[in-house]
């Protein structure tokens, strides 16, 4: 039992290149998340999942898309990278309506230059 | 808008000593609060929690205290520990709400 994973741990882009961030989580939950953490200003969502098939805008989604691939899968995708998108990006993942605790993966730390 | 706030961004503690962690919300919506703990080049891990229809709840070290009146809850360790150094953040949602609000974080240092 993983939990939630991500891939890649490390990333270093180019202004303008793209990237998709994976995520996978084996708890069977419902809902998952993408977050990025920035010095001083703690865990700002991203965008969200309550179910497969559905995705939702959270407080920081201009630049980022996403995909809820199945219920196990969401990724996290940068069209066109910029250095304002450096960061450190967790996905979570938790059992839904009810369930409050999230689960969080160990992040992946990205660069953009 | 700031609706979870960590107004202390760092916390030194003696080890064996007491280590107290603030957090005030705004948003009177919110039913619901966890604390989560990060250390470095890790994702962070769910600490504990209180609904709004208490004013404590405890586990083991951890006692979480809220405050509705005052939008305020508090995060008490003791004792403190060498491996309780970590950055603490607080979460609010509404009941039912999975969606959570987090607060800057505190880095919390305990002194050998």
């Known amino acids: 039992n993983a939990g939630v994973t991500q891939t890649p741990k490390f990333q270093v882009l180019k202004t303008g290149q793209s990237m998709t961030l994976q995520c996978a989580q084996d708890?069977?939950?419902?809902?998952m998340y993408w977050y990025r953490q920035d010095p001083g200003m703690g865990l700002r969502l991203i965008y969200y999942?309550?179910?497969?098939?559905?995705?939702d805008k959270g407080e920081v989604p201009n630049g980022y898309n996403v995909s809820r691939l199945n219920k196990r899968e969401f990724s996290l995708r940068l069209e066109s990278a910029a250095p304002s998108q450096t960061s450190v990006y967790f996905c979570?993942?938790?059992?839904?309506?009810?369930?409050?605790?999230?689960?969080f993966g160990p992040g992946t730390r990205l660069t953009v230059l | 808008d700031q609706q979870v706030k960590q107004n202390s961004p760092s916390l030194s503690v003696q080890e064996g000593r007491i280590s107290i962690l603030n957090c005030d919300y705004t948003n009177s919506m919110f039913d619901y609060f966890l604390w989560y703990k990060k250390y470095p080049a890790e994702g962070p891990t769910f600490l504990i929690s209180?609904?709004?229809?208490?004013d404590k709840n405890e586990d083991g070290r951890f006692t979480v205290f809220l405050n509705k009146s005052a939008k305020h809850l508090s995060l008490h360790i003791v004792p403190s520990q060498p491996g309780d150094s970590a950055v603490y953040f607080c979460a609010g949602a509404p009941f039912g709400n999975e969606k959570l609000t987090f607060g800057t974080g505190t880095r919390l240092t305990i002194i050998p």
């Open positions: 999942s309550a179910s497969e098939g559905t995705t």
């Open positions: 708890m069977n939950h419902n809902s």
């Open positions: 209180i609904s709004s229809i208490k």
């Open positions: 979570a993942s938790n059992g839904g309506p009810g369930a409050n605790e999230q689960f």
